[in-house]
């Protein structure tokens, strides 16, 4: 719609594309509102990937657009010739789905992206054109659409709400659109780019309109064979016909591509496992040549040289969805004849909701669920399940058993861990992992200990004389571990990890290696394997989060591919109503200023690179400023601090980073490994808790910010709770956890802890004082909405205080509250799953 031709702007001396609407055209009303709904939905986004609009005007009966002049091609005209290499492709698919997501977070769906509307500059950026049929996407309507969808292979203008052929089934289907309809629609553009053929083309627009609501295009690794696997998968994820299936946010897309274009290398790598297909052969007549002309023993070192070269080229591994629901798994376990498998699965993050317990076939996609709850913890040889209820917050739970085949599960242990049991080879015993005064332990029969401290995943070896094990006793430094039964020798098999995706090790079939999944600092998640030895090698990686459930006899496996974000939202001073303020993919809030103006940040996502990073943020809506390194743990009263914590040498330290101007120094601590810690109200001291020796229980203690020895103010084994504001805002009592309890005590240490009476840490989680100091902020965890209650520490009773939405898909991280309780922030979490069956994995 609208003619573009280059012109000179002779006040600022620079040339520009100027885009009209001829005096004839610009009669027609509709059509002159599309046009200046396409300047003004493009020109409030500023982006280096999205076309600069400089001015809308007009000249007697001509309305006109100067935008940014892009010296280069279109998308189509670089198609032209036939497929493009694949690291061409990612490296535009990933500009513009960063440009995308820019113009998502603005709520703008551009609804007619095309290779027509992507400029290529000679200089390799890419830009987005044309936001003619872009929809402003209102928070609080339905989105449903007036403009009819229409059925013609070109725009036309007033009634257009696509191109025929790059349209998703949505818009197809005249359905109300999202920000996921230009991921399918750039899926097709993609798609189109590798492979040189439109994805569903057919004879007329209507044909070609139904197959994209009910077709699903020819396979891409058909017609482009060397396409790697994670390439596929992406693409394949893009373009779903269910928009629940695509991203939950373009931002993750972005991200997704432009990690597999950084490390496309690696992405093909057989060492990776992601080959897509084998290399060639060299013809076996050359060996033979070679061998007959020379002597015996050069033609022996021929023909090992050959026994090498000839091994076999790895294959890629084919992964196959198992789920289609709009879930987030829980566990998963083949069960004996390897072709059905029973996992749990939630709709919602909520740990205080029962899982689901379903089962399905190999050989069909439906999956049918069980008579009763729960998540599948193991599978006997003798098809009897071991299935978790949790009952603290998800963390722990009751162990039931029941036989596959139905009837009333029997209730065995309590307080076991999510994830803690294991039917051993003989089908006839349990390991189980249980906390009991506080302390997990591994027992093998139930009963018998084998080994303390916090532990997750125990496995069976396939004789059942070994377990392998995670000791996740250090957060920083989780430790695949293997302990011999009888003699409980332990062996550590992997460390280091500083973050362990909770899928289980799962042992190769001939018991030489254990297979986990893992990330290490400032990467993706990958599945890796390890021998006795400790010798470690990975075998895949892919764009997302990887967990790892279990390995057939046969070397087939089942994973799950996750995907999270994590939100911050809340209400503060002059807003009125909830506003978004989050920044990269893993907003954590970790302090707010008492009068609600002011956030710091942690984020510890992918955005964030290697190390989790700390930010500054106003509650004006301002950008994000990052301040360092770390994660953030307390802002001052004066906001002109922040009291941040670093992983050096092994332990926790603190260190003291201005908010403007200033050096960032760390505070002496005698070497104590810090925990959770505040500022005083006057900002000249911190309250925090921290442990000496490893395995020394914590204390809290009280420390000048200026220097000087800390000084204990706690008895032995209190620590403070966990995204808490624990100073009272006279400075006069402390917030703390002791054995299991809220207790609170005096700030000087001059009393003992005194128990908060009906508060138990789980199921109630206590976040801030009031403003009085002679109240505290507690909510229930999972209730929705969320339900926040002013509490008296002495006599636990309690009033309500405000009422706070947290959505059904997410799950709540943390909360931050001002004293007076007039503005709040919660950090909340929300994901979703798939379920793959794994073959081909070396």
């Not at 091994?311 to 629901?325: G, I, K």
């Not at 995907?563 to 809030?589: C, H, K, M, Y």
Request: charged fraction near 25%; aromatic fraction near 6%; charge should be neutral.
């Amino acid at each position: 719609m609208g003619e573009v031709y280059r012109a000179k702007d002779t006040r600022l001396g620079r040339e520009v594309a100027l885009k009209v609407l001829p005096e004839s055209l610009a009669l027609d009303r509709d059509r002159l509102a599309r046009f200046e709904q396409e300047a003004r939905a493009a020109s409030a986004l500023n982006h280096p990937n999205i076309v600069t609009i400089y001015e809308i005007g007009r000249e007697g009966e001509t309305t006109f657009v100067a935008m940014e002049l892009v010296d280069g091609k279109t998308l189509r005209e670089l198609s032209v010739p036939g497929p493009l290499p694949v690291k061409k492709v990612l490296n535009v698919a990933a500009q513009v789905s960063e440009g995308l997501a820019k113009a998502h977070g603005a709520g703008i769906v551009h609804r007619d992206l095309k290779p027509e509307n992507v400029m290529v500059s000679t200089d390799g950026f890419v830009k987005i054109l044309d936001f003619g049929l872009a929809k402003l996407m209102e928070t609080d309507t339905s989105g449903v659409s007036a403009l009819p969808t229409i059925a013609q292979p070109e725009t036309r203008p007033g009634t257009v709400m696509g191109t025929v052929g790059y349209m998703s089934p949505e818009q197809a289907s005249g359905e109300p659109v999202d920000f996921r309809s230009d991921q399918f629609s750039l899926g097709s553009v993609v798609y189109e780019m590798l492979t040189g053929k439109k994805p569903f083309q057919r004879k007329t627009a209507a044909e070609t309109m139904s197959a994209i609501i009910r077709d699903e295009p020819e396979p891409a690794s058909r017609l482009r064979p060397d396409l790697p696997l994670p390439v596929r998968w992406v693409l394949e994820r893009c373009m779903a016909k269910e928009r629940d299936e695509r991203y939950a946010s373009t931002r993750d897309l972005a991200r997704d591509l432009s990690g597999l274009r950084d490390h496309l290398s690696e992405a093909t790598s057989g060492g990776e496992m992601l080959l897509a297909s084998p290399a060639r052969r060299r013809p076996r007549g050359v060996w033979i040549a070679a061998a007959a002309a020379v002597v015996a023993l050069a033609a022996l070192a021929g023909w090992v040289a050959a026994k090498s070269f000839w091994r076999e080229a790895p294959v890629a591994p084919s992964f196959r969805r198992l789920t289609f629901q709009r879930i987030i798994l829980g566990n998963a376990r083949f069960a004996p004849d390897g072709q059905t498998v029973v996992y749990g699965a939630n709709q919602s993050m909520d740990p205080s909701r029962p899982a689901s317990l379903y089962l399905t076939r190999l050989d069909g996609p439906e999956s049918k669920a069980f008579e009763f709850p729960g998540d599948i913890l193991s599978i006997s040889k003798s098809a009897e399940l071991a299935i978790f209820h949790a009952t603290n917050a998800g963390l722990y739970g009751t162990l039931e058993v029941v036989p596959m085949t139905g009837g009333k599960p029997r209730r065995l242990v309590e307080n076991v861990a999510w994830a803690g049991a294991d039917w051993d080879p003989s089908g006839k015993q349990l390991a189980v992992v249980r906390n009991v005064a506080g302390e997990d332990r591994l027992e093998y029969p139930i009963g018998t200990t084998l080994a303390s401290g916090r532990i997750g995943g125990p496995r069976f070896s396939p004789d059942g004389r070994e377990i392998v094990y995670w000791d996740l006793s250090s957060e920083d430094d989780s430790r695949l571990m293997l302990i011999d039964v009888a003699s409980k020798q332990k062996t550590t098999l992997a460390s280091g990890w500083p973050a362990v995706a909770g899928g289980l090790p799962c042992w190769s079939s001939d018991g030489r290696e254990i297979w986990f999944t893992a990330a290490p600092l400032g990467e993706m998640d990958s599945l890796w394997a390890v021998d006795r030895k400790g010798r470690l090698r990975r075998v895949v990686r892919v764009p997302g989060i990887l967990e790892l459930y279990d390995r057939s006899r046969e070397g087939r496996v089942l994973m799950a591919h996750h995907t999270i974000t994590q939100t911050l939202t809340g209400q503060f001073p002059g807003a009125g109503a909830e506003i978004d303020l989050s920044w990269l993919d893993r907003s954590n809030v970790a302090d707010m200023s008492a009068d609600g103006t002011t956030l710091l940040i942690t984020e510890n996502g992918e955005g964030a690179g290697a190390n989790p990073a700390v930010y500054l943020r106003t509650t004006d809506g301002a950008p994000a400023v990052k301040i360092g390194e770390g994660e953030g743990v307390a802002l001052s009263p004066d906001k002109q601090w922040a009291l941040t914590r670093r992983v050096e040498g092994g332990r926790r330290r603190y260190w003291l980073v201005p908010t403007g101007p200033g050096e960032t120094r760390p505070l002496p601590l005698e070497g104590l490994d810090v925990r959770e810690g505040a500022f005083t109200p006057d900002g000249k001291q911190i309250v925090f808790a921290a442990a000496g020796a490893a395995s020394a229980k914590p204390k809290v203690y009280l420390a000048d910010v200026a220097g000087g020895k800390p000084r204990a103010i706690s008895p032995e084994g209190t620590s403070l709770w966990f995204g808490s504001n624990q100073v009272s805002p006279d400075g006069r009592r402390v917030l703390g956890v002791r054995s299991g309890r809220y207790v609170t005590f005096p700030a000087d240490g001059s009393g003992e802890p005194l128990p908060v009476p009906d508060a138990v840490p789980g199921p109630d989680r206590v976040i801030q004082w009031s403003a009085d100091s002679r109240a505290l902020y507690v909510h229930r965890v999972g209730a929705r909405p969320m339900v926040l209650e002013l509490m008296d520490p002495e006599t636990g009773t309690r009033k309500l205080s405000k009422q706070i939405h947290i959505p059904e898909q997410s799950s709540f991280v943390r909360i931050r509250v001002t004293p007076d309780g007039s503005a709040y922030v919660t950090a909340s979490r929300s994901a979703t799953s798939e379920l793959y069956l794994v073959e081909g994995l070396r």
